[in-house]
């Protein structure tokens, strides 16, 4: 049964800094490609970033580009995303999803297996 498990989440200051985890279980990890999105209420599922197999590539939605860092540990099957001077408007839903193909999508339909979320909150 694959699993994907995010935690890290969490209430943090407009200006502060958070490190989300994704941890994969069931699957290969070392070959799948990692996304990260988020959800706010009321508002469609949005790519953050993403990483290919061995973290060659990387990829970041114009909005957190310079702020957020995504990673990867193969041998321990997690996938990072560290959140640097946060924002009210960061304010969502965390998600990780994997997918077993290469080349980093940005539509979530993409994605194969999905994390239930960790709930993000900045305040201001």
């Known amino acids: 049964q694959v699993q994907l498990v995010e935690s890290g989440g969490g209430l943090v200051q407009a200006g502060g800094s958070l490190t989300l985890s994704c941890t994969v279980s069931?699957?290969?990890?070392?070959?799948?490609?990692m996304g990260w999105f988020r959800q706010a209420p009321g508002k469609g599922r949005e790519f953050v970033s993403g990483?290919?197999?061995?973290?060659?590539?990387?990829a970041y939605v114009d909005s957190v580009k310079g702020r957020f860092t995504i990673s990867r540990d193969n041998a321990k099957n997690t996938v990072f995303l560290q959140m640097n001077s946060v924002k009210p408007e960061d304010t969502a839903v965390y998600l990780c999803?994997?997918?077993?193909?290469?080349?980093?999508?940005?539509?979530?339909?993409?994605?194969?297996?999905w994390g239930q979320g960790t709930q993000v909150t900045v305040s201001s």
């Open positions: 999803a994997a997918v077993a193909r290469p080349g980093i999508a940005t539509t979530p339909s993409a994605y194969d297996y």
């Open positions: 990483i290919s197999w061995n973290g060659g590539r990387t």
């Open positions: 069931g699957r290969t990890f070392a070959t799948d490609t």
